[in-house]
């Protein structure tokens, strides 16, 4: 960063500027995140969660100023999924006071969840989270045009770090068919905080 997003289409462009306007943060163990408590399944990753993002969106031959807040995140590992694994349920917000939050929770066949997360601020303070330190519930199923049936709706709790959010969806119609399917769009999120980002569920 700084970077330009250009994209042009049929039927749409963006033009977007993107700054960073705090720290990157290091996941996990120097950025080694494990994502099973039995086997060997783990990734690499550090975010930069703290991003200003400006430029123009064209619809029907007209330009549209747009700006807000971005977050990208770079993962890499020998494997995604573990023997047995269902799938993944991953967050990421940011919050009105000025921190980010991502929690993930891994499902396996037989198994309880494993649970983890970062908190992070824009003085670069970063909190490791683990599932001592949060809980992700499903409140309800939604089923899907496509006969899917998954849980758009979750309640995510950090009670150390007085965090207690209900997550809510912008558009049902998300779901991805590549080559690992899944669902993922913008998400809003009140409680303890006004907190907004973006959800992906695989697996179901």
Not at 37 to 59: D, E, H, R, Y
Not at 71 to 94: A, P
């Amino acid at each position: 960063f700084p970077g330009n997003l250009d994209v042009s289409t049929d039927t749409f462009a963006i033009d977007l500027n993107t700054t960073t306007s705090g720290p990157f943060v290091v996941n996990g163990d120097k950025g080694f995140q494990v994502k099973h408590a039995l086997q060997s399944i783990a990734s690499f990753s550090f975010s930069a969660p703290f991003l200003n993002v400006k430029g123009t969106l064209t619809l029907n031959g007209r330009e549209i100023p747009v700006s807000g807040s971005g977050w990208t995140q770079k993962e890499w590992g020998s494997g995604l999924i573990g023997e047995g694994q269902q799938g993944w349920d991953w967050f990421v917000f940011n919050l009105d006071d000025g921190r980010a939050l991502t929690v993930s929770r891994y499902r396996h066949n037989g198994q309880v969840p494993h649970l983890f997360g970062t908190l992070s601020t824009r003085s670069g303070k970063v909190i490791n989270l683990t599932e001592k330190e949060l809980t992700m519930t499903p409140l309800h199923v939604t089923n899907l045009s496509n006969g899917r049936r998954l849980p758009l709706q979750w309640i995510i709790n950090v009670p150390g770090q007085n965090i207690n959010l209900t997550t809510r969806i912008i558009k049902s119609d998300m779901w991805l068919p590549f080559v690992i399917p899944y669902w993922e769009g913008p998400i809003l999120a009140p409680g303890s905080n006004e907190a907004w980002g973006f959800m992906q569920l695989t697996g179901y």
